[in-house]
């Protein structure tokens, strides 16, 4: 039962940009953005993070930066400080002034320097364990700061290497205390000490991003039969639409930075 006493959940998020269409994409073909659909797609998504026990502080739009919803590529959050990320993309950079601004009110910050480079979709703790996907936006000089930022905290950082999909929580999140949710084809399972697993369905590759808030999951509508595995677990997931999103290689964990504040 929750009381005045826990602590809040706050969810830092951005407004889809009215510059979407011309956002950065690897794996996934362009075709076009609904804009409108695009942003009533991510306030059903923010109504979402409100239901599971969120508080919104939504930043205001950036209509220049064309993936600028994607806030969770700009800053790993964890309860002892804020890492702000140098995006791997050049056209990302300029996001993370105004995220920096934002958490700087919540958490001490610290900086991924060049030559690192590294997206926050990389980024996945499990406990005191930080998996970072060597992917095309992140790479070993940013693991390097990471890991040297984060051992004075007691955590320890781990590359992990990845294909065939933009980053590490395109392949692999997690759904519960001990439980992953994993496409093998992209990263392998054996990478992730004593863990359990569920696979996607091989028919819905980019499945495996989910946003687990306190006792929901948040989960993409695109993916219903891996949304079936995870019920089967006993897991509680509430499916958002999010297509305009995943037109722009987006999914649910990617458009919040989550902390407790
Ligand atoms: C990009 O390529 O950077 C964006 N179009 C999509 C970023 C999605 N971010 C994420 O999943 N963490």
Redesign the pocket.
Known sequence: MSTNQESTRLAVTRPVSAAMAA????HVPRTAIDIDLARRQHEDYEQALIRLGCRIERLAEEPALA?SV?V??TAIVLDELAVITRPG?QS?RAEITSIAAALGKHRRLERIQAPGTL???DVLRVGRTVYVGLSTRSNAAAIGQLGALLARHGYRVQGVPLGGC??L??AVTQVGPQLLLINPAYVEPARFADMQFVQVDPGEPLAANALPIGDGIIYPASNPRTAQRLRQRGLAVHTVDVSELEK????V??CSLILSA
Request: aromatic fraction near 4%; proline fraction near 0%.
């Open positions: 956002c950065e994409l690897t993936d994607f969770e590529d993309a990302r997206d926050g979709g933009l980053h929580k395109s722009a290689e987006g999914a964990t990617c």
